[in-house]
Every structure is written in structure tokens, then in C-alpha cells.
T-cell receptor, first 116, second 109 residues
Framework: DTGVSQNPRHKITKRGQNVTFRCDPI?????LYWYRQTLGQGPEFLTY????????KSRLLSDRFSAERPKGSFSTLEIQRTEQGDSAMYLC??????????????FGPGTRLLVL | RKEVEQDPGPFNVPEGATVAFNCTYS??????FFWYRQDCRKEPKLLMS???SGNEDGRFTAQLNRASQYISLLIRDSKLSDSATYLC??????????FGDGTTLTVKP
């Protein structure tokens, strides 16, 4: 499968625990995006990378959230001290960048997080 | 006010009907526009890009009005398989994407 993959697909954790999600983009894509989606809402932008550089981070993202893409390939999203409000679907997408924002984003299947 | 606004619906239409969805955006610096489709509990998938001159792909037609900051999607001859949530997406030149909350369509036999 050459699409975007995400692991794990589901995560249940207790409030206060740390969780880490992984995203493997399409191999030739240099842009990688993280979104959060809750029921009835569209995907909400969290952050994105061009290669290994994190170019933008949403103001809505608290200090408990951190994302990395150390070698410009896969990325991880960590949430520290999880709260019940963090329960959501976390989506990763990738694209071929450098086209002035016109590129198509391809989404992974998402990681569904439930914080008890 | 949200940056990208859509009528949430739901739109319930019979097979064969024509249905139109609207989307407005507030950032005048927006450069590119898309419609994505999202099936229940699945990831979004690109339906079509939206070009200034308007564009058509089979039964789907997208229009852009930059002056009014308005995007539309028209679906003709609706099929049962068109039932989904349709997300309007607006990109800045820097590549940041802003999604609307989607419009839900149910096509009934």
C-alpha cells in the first residue's frame, strides 16, 4: 500500500497519560499535515511540515502537543497529560509541496483517540 | 465567525435530483480551493479542485466567485453512492488548509 498510513488506528488512554501517534506519508511527498477532527466538525489544522521543518503551528495547539518530523519522512504527534477534551480523530495528510498551496492532500485513515 | 462556512444540511434528496452546496470564506488572501468528500468514519478524499473559470467533472460542477468569496458545488443526477459529507477547503499561498464543517448529503431511492 503506497498511501498515507497512521498508527495506531485506535487508542484508549486514561486522563493524564501521554500518547504518541505516528504518520508515514506517501514517500515522494515533502509536506505533511496534522489535523484533529471531532464529530460534526471539519478537520481542524494543527501543524504542518515541509520536509523536516515545522512551518506553521495552530494557535489552538496547546503546549501539551508536539510534533516532529526528524528526517523529513515519518512524523510523530505527541500529546502530554491528555485531557478528555483531546478525544478526537487525529488525521495526517501529505502532499507534494512548492505549488503555492494548490497541491492535493492525501489523508491517512486517522488515529481515533479516546481519553477516559 | 468561522473562516470557512458551509450549510451543514442535512440535504435529503431522491435519486436523480440536482443538489447544490455553498461555501463562503473570509480570508481574501486565499489562493486555492477544493471540495473533499468524507464518508462516515473515513478519511476525507479529494473530489475536485475549484478553478476561477469554474470546472466540471462528470456530474459535478464547481464554481468560484472571488469577489463574493463564495464557492459552490453542484451535483446532477444524484446517485445513492453520492451520500457523504462534502467539505469545502480553502488554502493560503503558504499551504495552510482551512476546512469547513461539511454539508451532509443523503440520497434516497
Amino acid at each position: 500500500d503506497t498511501g498515507v498510513s497512521q498508527n495506531p488506528r485506535h487508542k484508549i488512554t486514561k486522563r493524564g497519560q501521554n500518547v504518541t501517534f505516528r504518520c508515514d506519508p506517501i514517500s515522494e511527498h515533502n509536506r505533511l499535515y496534522w489535523y484533529r477532527q471531532t464529530l460534526g466538525q471539519g478537520p481542524e489544522f494543527l501543524t504542518y511540515f515541509q520536509n523536516e521543518a515545522q512551518l506553521e503551528k495552530s494557535r489552538l495547539l496547546s503546549d501539551r502537543f508536539s510534533a516532529e518530523r526528524p528526517k523529513g519522512s515519518f512524523s510523530t504527534l505527541e500529546i502530554q497529560r491528555t485531557e478528555q477534551g483531546d478525544s478526537a480523530m487525529y488525521l495526517c495528510a501529505s502532499s507534494v509541496g512548492n505549488t503555492g498551496g494548490k497541491e492535493t492532500q492525501y489523508f491517512g485513515p486517522g488515529t481515533r483517540l479516546l481519553v477516559l | 465567525r468561522k473562516e470557512v462556512e458551509q450549510d451543514p444540511g442535512p440535504f435529503n434528496v431522491p435519486e436523480g435530483a440536482t443538489v447544490a452546496f455553498n461555501c463562503t470564506y473570509s480570508n481574501s488572501a486565499s489562493q486555492s480551493f477544493f471540495w473533499y468528500r468524507q464518508d462516515c468514519r473515513k478519511e476525507p478524499k479529494l473530489l475536485m479542485s475549484v478553478y476561477s473559470s469554474g470546472n466540471e467533472d462528470g456530474r459535478f460542477t464547481a464554481q468560484l466567485n472571488r469577489a463574493s468569496q463564495y464557492i459552490s458545488l453542484l451535483i446532477r443526477d444524484s446517485k445513492l453512492s453520492d451520500s457523504a459529507t462534502y467539505l469545502c477547503v480553502v488554502n493560503t499561498n503558504a499551504g495552510k488548509s482551512t476546512f469547513g464543517d461539511g454539508t451532509t448529503l443523503t440520497v434516497k431511492p
